[in-house]
């Protein structure tokens, strides 16, 4: 099912997620609610958190020679970073329409537990490095914007604020 996207300021954004203790049904039916939630977005990653569930589960798509990769990340977390940075314009579902120049480890390799309970390991690099790191973030309460100067945050966050009260009186 299609759950709605928490747009920033939103408290539950800023929390740091509880590990995943056991991969329940419950949990797989989590996170093909956010591959789909993801799709319709339309994005290639989101965070558990921004559908409201503070668990430390993400979702993306990496897709690999045209082919689409779906992939579930439950207890994802960070083994190794490149010294090289990169630079990306990142967005972010839960900031609508603002975009803003990023620099992250170009590579870093990460290890998670699959659906199917096995420790994984992989290292991205390009895109889907930002992107893993992107996710990681939201599991610790942290949005790209927190990288940016106070001014240019606080003019985001007024500007989603607007978008706020204009969404609620739309209803
Ligand atoms: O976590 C999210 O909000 C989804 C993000 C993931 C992302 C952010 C920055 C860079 C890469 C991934 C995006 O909104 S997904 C939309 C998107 C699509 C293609 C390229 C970049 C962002
Ligand atoms: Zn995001």
Redesign the pocket.
Known sequence: MIRP?LIHPDPRLKKVCDPVAQITPEIRQLAADMLET?YD???????AP?VGVTKRI?V?DCIKEGDPEPMALVNPEIIWSSEDLSV????????PEQYAD?KRPAEVKVRWLGLDGQPQERQFSG?WA??VQ??ID?LDGKL?IDYLGPLKRQMITRKMEKLKRERARAG
Do not use: K
């Not at 977005?41 to 965070?47: C, Q, S, V």
């Open positions: 996207i993801m977005a339309p994005g290639i990653g989101l965070a921004q993400i993306m990306y314009e990142e967005g972010c579902l839960s900031i990023v895109l930002t992107c992107h996710e939201h790209f």
